[in-house]
């Protein structure tokens, strides 16, 4: 601490301190310092580092593979213009299937939803909801909402 005015012994201020120093810290007009041993601000900043680390692994959540996304794809699906059916041999057919004759293809490769060869980023994709829209388009893309088989036929 330095002295609170030239007057003040500095040897006392040492041992004992200024009170009108002690005062000015503890109401808060002085910027108080850490005292914290350099192997206890080591811990610390590793801590730190590790917290924002995993907050950012939170935040960005690990993108499941493609695998599981095609998983997630499959069964029936509602548009605002029809229903239709995605199944694992990468076609989409159109519902009522008993009248329908439409067909398109679809494919996830790299995290990207591809119908009939066109590359569309996944941007929801829950057990009940999946919504995409054409790479590097804007607006909310298509959305779809899971259905049952009986709501499609």
């Known amino acids: 601490m330095r002295p609170c005015n030239p007057a003040c012994n500095p040897q006392n201020n040492r041992q004992v301190g200024c009170l009108r120093e002690k005062k000015r810290i503890l109401t808060g007009k002085v910027p108080r310092t850490l005292n914290i ?70 494919d996830v490769k790299g995290g990207l939803f591809y119908w009939d060869g066109s590359p569309n980023e996944i941007l929801t994709l829950t057990s009940k909801n999946f919504a995409y829209r054409e790479v590097g388009a804007t607006g909310e893309g298509c959305r779809l909402k899971r259905i049952s088989k009986s709501e499609a036929e």
């Open 37 to 106: 041993p350099v192997k206890h601000l080591r811990t610390l900043l590793v801590l730190a580092a590790v917290l924002a680390f995993a907050a950012a692994a939170a935040i960005a959540g690990e993108k499941p593979s493609d695998s599981e996304i095609k998983a997630k794809l499959l069964g029936y699906w509602q548009s605002p213009r029809h229903a239709c059916l995605i199944k694992s041999d990468g076609v989409v057919y159109m519902c009522p299937r008993s009248i329908c004759t439409t067909t398109n293809r679809w």
